[in-house]
């Protein structure tokens, strides 16, 4: 039972270089989120997608872009990393049904952009 | 918007009750999470609360008061696994339903 997986676990970028943080989920929700974690400003949404086709931008959109093609994988690109995107990433799904569906995150993406 | 405050730190001892507060200020409330995430991990469910009351679950409780903006969750017989961020999130009413997140309150058991 996979649930939400995130690769890389850890990445090191200089700044300029471009990547894709990937994410996938098993368990068929249409809801799929990123969130960056900093030390003393809790989690903030960076972009989230209510199903295949459908993104929008969160709290913290800029430098990042998203796509949904598939139900089940929903990638975060970084497309001029700059050391202000040094942050732990992490990915949510949840089913879109009633209020109290909670979020599933995966396991976290640590980044340093020196 | 919504505005989210926590404690930043607390300390207790295994064995003894704590009690973590959050208050929150919002532009619409769909209801109230408290996640748990221990150092290096992601975090996990722990409670939910939509209506005003004690929810209990084992050795954790979760309460809400709407009209004061408040809930609190209730750690009993503290155990040293007990250590972590406990992080409260209120649910947007919008369509996307989106969580926001407190800072989270890192919690320190001691032997």
């Known amino acids: 039972n996979a649930g939400v997986t995130q690769t890389p676990k850890f990445q090191v970028l200089k700044t300029g270089q471009s990547m894709t943080l990937q994410c996938a989920q098993d368990?068929?929700?249409?809801?799929m989120s990123w969130y960056r974690q900093d030390p003393g400003m809790g989690l903030r949404l960076i972009h989230y997608?209510?199903?295949?086709?459908?993104?929008d931008q969160g709290e913290v959109p800029n430098g990042y872009n998203v796509s949904r093609s598939t139900t089940e994988d929903f990638p975060l690109r970084l497309l001029s990393a700059a050391p202000s995107q040094t942050s732990v990433y992490f990915c949510?799904?949840?089913?879109?049904?009633?209020?109290?569906?909670?979020?599933?995150f995966g396991s976290g993406t640590q980044l340093s952009v020196l | 918007g919504q505005n989210i405050d926590q404690p930043t730190e607390m300390t207790a001892t295994e064995g003894a009750i704590v009690q973590i507060n959050c208050t929150y200020q919002?532009?619409?409330?769909?209801?109230l999470f408290w996640y748990q995430q221990h150092a290096g991990e992601a975090p996990t469910f722990l409670s939910y609360?939509?209506?005003?009351g004690l929810e209990e679950k084992g050795r954790f409780s979760s309460f809400l008061s709407r009209s004061k903006g408040y809930s609190y969750l209730l750690l009993k017989e503290l155990q040293m696994k007990d250590s972590a961020s406990y992080l409260c999130a209120v649910r947007d009413p919008g369509s996307a339903r989106q969580l926001t997140f407190g800072s989270g309150t890192q919690l320190t058991v001691l032997p």
């Open positions: 368990m068929n929700h249409e809801y």
């Open positions: 949510a799904s949840s089913a879109q049904g009633a209020a109290n569906e909670k979020l599933f």
């Open positions: 919002t532009s619409g409330f769909n209801g």
């Open positions: 609360n939509v209506l005003d």
């Open positions: 997608s209510v199903g295949a086709g459908i993104t």
